[in-house]
């Protein structure tokens, strides 16, 4: 029999437990695509030159990291995926806040915004090769410009989005301009603002895929090009599979920093 004292324990176990269970069910479908993608192949269903085993992959991603390859490259990578995603979400925030809260500055910044957003901004690789070259710049300016729409657009939206009614409530209340921004304007945009980052990272990794790949000395994908050229497979879906674990990595840490700076709100969660 349990007593008075053990079960507030067992109420604040009850969660942890419930938890864990669930991290282990959204594990369960990618552990079956890759015994089924390892069964094919060993089955014969798949062909091992065009499509190599996990294992295979695995192996040779260990190899490459003991020789000291995929890190130097992964390195990269990250470097210019981190810079790029600086330029463009900074520069996305700032204008997306001028156009969401000044007037003018929405007169002025939101239309020529919408109409390049409508460009595709993979396709203007060989006008960005005329104007910044194919090195560094090249590079960081695709992440920049994959990471500045989403951002933009769900800064100004969390801000257009936010009930006038509480602004109208805080000026009441004595709030400064500043003061409601802070109090009002940023509490009731900032989930918005995450959505918007993680659909610029998830922008970001796929424009720094294309990038690294025109005329690459370096990362990720100069990796599966160089791989490509020796008809490597088990190289070019081993940098496949770590884009794919970069961008879940960064999608779980935003989601994290989600949970805990908005804890305070409550949205419906699936049952």
């Keep these: 029999m349990t007593t008075l004292l053990e079960r507030p324990a067992l109420r604040k176990s009850a969660p942890r437990r ?26 014969g269903l798949l062909d091992p030159d065009k499509l190599p085993a996990p294992s295979v992959v695995l192996a040779t991603g260990r190899r490459l990291a003991l020789e000291g390859t995929l890190g130097e490259y992964l390195l990269d990578s990250v470097q210019r995926a981190v810079l790029g995603l600086l330029i463009g979400g900074l520069l996305g925030l700032a204008l997306g806040t001028l156009a969401g809260l000044v007037r003018l500055g929405d007169d002025l ?13 993979l396709g203007l690789v060989p006008l960005l090769i005329i104007w910044v070259g194919i090195g560094e710049s090249l590079k960081v300016t695709l992440v ?12 100004y939206a969390g801000i257009r989005n936010i009930d006038e009614r509480l602004v109208e409530a805080a000026r009441t209340c004595g709030l400064t301009a500043f003061e409601r921004v802070r109090h009002v304007v940023v509490p009731g945009a900032l989930p ?31 990796m599966m090009m160089e791989a490509r050229e020796f008809s490597q497979t088990d190289v070019v879906v081993l940098g496949l599979v770590t884009y794919a674990l970069l961008g879940l990595l960064s999608d779980l840490l935003l989601r994290l920093g989600e949970r805990r700076l908005l804890a305070w709100r409550h949205g419906l969660r699936a049952r």
């Design 192 to 222: 918005s603002l995450f959505l918007g980052v993680r659909l610029a990272f998830a922008a970001g990794w796929l424009s720094l895929v294309v990038g690294e790949q025109v005329n690459g000395q370096g990362g990720l994908g100069f």
């Design 18 to 43: 419930v938890a864990a269970r669930r991290r282990w069910l959204r594990a369960v479908t990618p552990l079956v695509l890759l015994a089924a993608w390892e069964g094919g192949v060993r089955g």
């Design 109 to 121: 910044v939101d239309p020529t915004v919408q109409m390049a957003r409508m460009l595709p901004h």
């Design 144 to 155: 920049a410009l994959g990471a500045f729409f989403p951002i933009y657009l769900n800064t």
